[in-house]
């Protein structure tokens, strides 16, 4: 991700109240994800972060033809000199679901923290072999300064 690369993803909106979601408007699905997400922005908007969604570029040769392939990051948080990548994963029953919640982290090409918030909220951080962090929700939640002290 360079410069404002990460900016070039598709837009996302959040609510302030998840209880609109339920509203004849039509929100997207009220699925555990999609809340579980929508309080992960929330949380850092009043941590005062700035958040954007991002994204990863990889090319890759398919059939003899150079193909370019995007993969969300679903929050580049920023404060000052940090910088953080998280990915909201409700559920990472097995090696195969935590190399897919991965892969964009794993093909950032900086050295910025990089984080999996799960739905686990018992799950106490811990690092892979990767450099990446996992910590639960609550765990993430309830200390205010979850990110700085990971």
């Known amino acids: 991700m360079r410069g404002n690369r990460y900016l070039d993803f598709p837009s996302k909106y959040y609510a302030v109240d998840t209880g609109i979601r339920n509203s004849r408007l ?18 850092l908007i009043r941590r005062d972060y700035a958040v954007d969604a991002g994204v990863v ?7 003899g033809k150079r193909c370019r392939k995007r993969y969300e990051v679903d929050f ?3 404060k000052g000199d940090m910088r953080f990548y998280i ?3 409700w559920n990472i029953p097995d090696n195969e ?4 919640e991965t892969f964009s ?3 950032i090409g900086d050295n910025f923290r990089k984080v999996v ?3 686990d909220p018992y799950e106490k951080p811990w690092t892979d072999r990767n450099g990446i962090t996992f910590i639960g929700i609550m765990p ?3 200390d205010p300064k979850s990110l700085e002290t990971l």
């Open 26 to 43: 039509n929100f997207r699905q009220d699925e555990n994800t999609h809340l579980m997400e929508n309080a992960i922005y929330n949380e």
């Open 57 to 63: 570029e990889m090319f890759a040769t398919v059939d």
């Open 76 to 78: 580049v948080v920023n």
């Open 87 to 89: 990915q909201s994963a």
């Open 97 to 100: 679901k935590r190399e897919q």
């Open 105 to 107: 982290l794993r093909h």
């Open 117 to 119: 918030v799960t739905g």
């Open 140 to 142: 993430f939640l309830l």
